[in-house]
């Protein structure tokens, strides 16, 4: 069943641009067609969650460490940018870098902290951190954000092209979800990256090796967190409207379920995932109210029976 | 006062969760949909038995325990010595499916609940409510019975051991699992107890299991993975720490355990699993 297929094979043949070529091509392709099905607006905002999948894809799938706060990121990015476009410039380039500088040095300082941990207290500490956000953001900081309630957040044009009016952010999304593919495609497949997945296989013999193992995955942590937090500007733009849910930690199932149902420690996975649980929770709210609940039921099982996720049963059956 | 009955309250949930944390390292999410449903139980129950305290919390317990049961033969018993992330995921599904269910049957607004004894003691010279000091004596009590549980009976003796060294108790032919069991349910009717008593003080609202599972994690780690007597005691004082912080910043007291707990995990060096 390994044998031919296994993820680590997947990546390293990875070499030739013109293969990412075809792959970023077919991505797009897919995206518009889905568009005229189901929308811009809607498939804008799957892309958005295709990116913060990807994300954590890099934590999880291919550093091996589950966390429960990638929200805070997340929640950072969005609430940073919205805030940069409402005081400093209505700019929305300038406020997605705003948002992602203050992603990275959050993940920076918080990433100091957790880096030591691994297994479940990585994924409980981090849930914490992501609390603790949540708590200064909804209450502790609500004459500035808005606290429970949320605040509108304005974007404004760049010259005279307005960015954030469709179909122009609908490409711009698109590219934006390109060029996280890209890179993080590119990221796994250097030797950089490939240090980060001998950690998940074995932190230990990375170490005895020689390397600073708290380094790598410092390091991935930032990168991780810095395009979660590239996701959140684009929600906060998106939407027009933030608010708590953005870096509430209860959000964080969605993406483990997304990235578990395409398939971990694998870029397509994270992909295919975040895309088929968007279509999914769009029909199963219009049927299902309590969609809640099956998500949670789905969770357990995806955990105790189907962990190869989709990914994993094309490798097998390919 | 305040803070040895929220540290008491924060015993009774831990503990349950401490023992299947340190015995065979599975975080147990499910623990806190286990709170919840204990207290939402009580609160449905209270109006059929003429409001009587003592008879809704048995009540409450009783339905609790056969549903954590039910949990741990067929969520967790396939989930001890896999990899923790699964365990983490799935126990995770349980409780957001049972916050669901919660707000789908009772509704997302919170519940208040009535004290059941207005009555308070004078000691030395600060006036007490009494219902506080039965928390406290209740956790007390809780804590030296569970004390007797795992210095006399089999049971204890097993689950101390397995604490300390599980595959060794395997190797010795004792099929642990079946006490995991027990403590499992002793486990989460504990966390059933520590959250109805602590109901008439905060209301009940559907996200309380979510913040008492972390509350609980916080104290399993500041209380050192696998020792009991440290979950004890740093309940204890991590409740003295959100009332004194709860009197200058309300809003942000619970946020100070998880400072509490990073400071903890920075002065200690060595790695966790």
């Known amino acids: ?318 | 006062m305040f803070g040895l009955t929220i540290g008491a309250i924060l015993y009774l949930v831990s503990i349950g969760f401490a023992i299947t944390f340190g015995t065979m390292k599975v975080i147990n999410f499910a623990h806190g949909s286990i709170y919840a449903l204990a207290v939402y139980f009580f609160m449905t129950s209270l109006p059929y038995v003429k409001n009587n305290f003592v008879v809704s919390l048995l009540i409450g317990i009783a339905l609790v325990i056969p549903l954590s049961y039910l949990i741990e033969k067929y969520i967790i018993r396939y989930l001890y010595g896999e990899s923790v992330h699964y365990a983490i995921i799935a126990t995770y599904g349980v409780l957001f499916s049972t916050t669901d269910t919660i707000k789908w049957i009772w509704g997302t607004n919170p519940w208040p609940i009535i004290v059941p004894t207005r009555a308070s003691i004078q000691l030395f010279d600060v006036t007490v409510p009494l219902y506080r000091i039965i928390i406290i004596g209740a956790a007390v009590a809780i804590f030296i019975a569970l004390h007797l549980f795992f210095k006399k009976t089999i049971a204890g003796k097993v689950i101390v051991a397995a604490l300390d060294d599980s595959v060794g108790v395997r190797c010795l032919g004792i099929d642990q699992f079946k006490y995991f069991s027990l403590v499992f349910v002793i486990g989460s009717a504990l966390a059933g107890v520590g959250g109805i008593l602590y109901s008439p003080i905060a209301a009940a609202e559907p996200y309380m299991g979510f913040r008492f599972v972390l509350l609980a994690f916080a104290v399993t780690l500041v209380g050192g993975m696998g020792n009991l007597t440290g979950a004890f005691i740093s309940a204890f004082s991590l409740g003295m720490l959100i009332a004194m912080t709860a009197r200058v910043l309300p809003r942000l007291s619970e946020m100070m355990v998880f400072v509490v707990m990073a400071v903890v995990l920075l002065l200690r060096k060595e790695e966790y699993e």
């Open chain 1, 1 to 318: 069943m390994m044998g031919k297929n296994r993820p680590g094979l997947f990546f390293s043949s990875v070499s030739s641009g013109k293969r990412s070529l075809v792959e970023i091509i077919i991505i797009a392709v897919l995206c518009i067609l889905l568009s005229f099905y189901m929308g811009k607006h809607r498939v804008a905002d799957f892309m958005i969650f295709c990116i913060t999948v990807l994300s954590y894809d890099l934590i999880y799938g291919f550093m091996g460490h589950l966390t429960i706060g990638h929200m805070l990121y997340f929640g950072t990015g969005t609430y940073t940018a919205a805030l940069f476009m409402k005081w400093v410039t209505p700019n929305p380039i300038l406020g997605i870098v705003a948002g992602i500088v203050a992603g990275a040095l959050l993940a920076l300082i918080v990433g100091k902290l957790v880096i030591r941990t691994k297994g479940a207290t990585f994924a409980l500490v981090n849930m914490a951190f992501n609390y603790v956000g949540f708590f200064l953001v909804a209450y502790a900081w609500g004459n500035v954000t808005g606290g429970e309630d949320g605040m509108p957040s304005f974007t404004g044009p760049l010259g005279s092209f307005y960015l954030h009016r469709h179909p122009y952010w609908f490409f711009f999304v698109l590219f934006c979800l390109l060029l996280s593919f890209y890179l993080l495609k590119h990221f796994s497949a250097s030797p950089f990256g490939i240090m980060v997945r001998s950690i998940r296989y074995s932190e230990r013999r990375v170490r005895f090796l020689g390397y600073n193992s708290h380094y790598y995955k410092l390091v991935t942590f930032i990168i991780a967190s810095s395009f979660a937090a590239f996701a959140g500007t684009l929600t906060a733009i998106n939407y027009g409207y933030i608010a708590p849910d953005y870096i509430s930690p209860l959000r964080n199932a969605e993406i483990i379920f997304a990235n578990l149902i395409g398939g971990i420690g694998n870029i397509y996975g994270a992909l295919i995932g975040g895309m088929v649980y968007m279509i999914i929770r769009d029909f199963l709210s219009i049927y299902v109210e309590r969609w809640e609940l099956v998500l949670g039921v789905v969770l357990v099982v995806t955990a105790l029976r189907f962990r190869t996720g989709i990914t994993g049963y094309i490798q097998k059956y390919l």
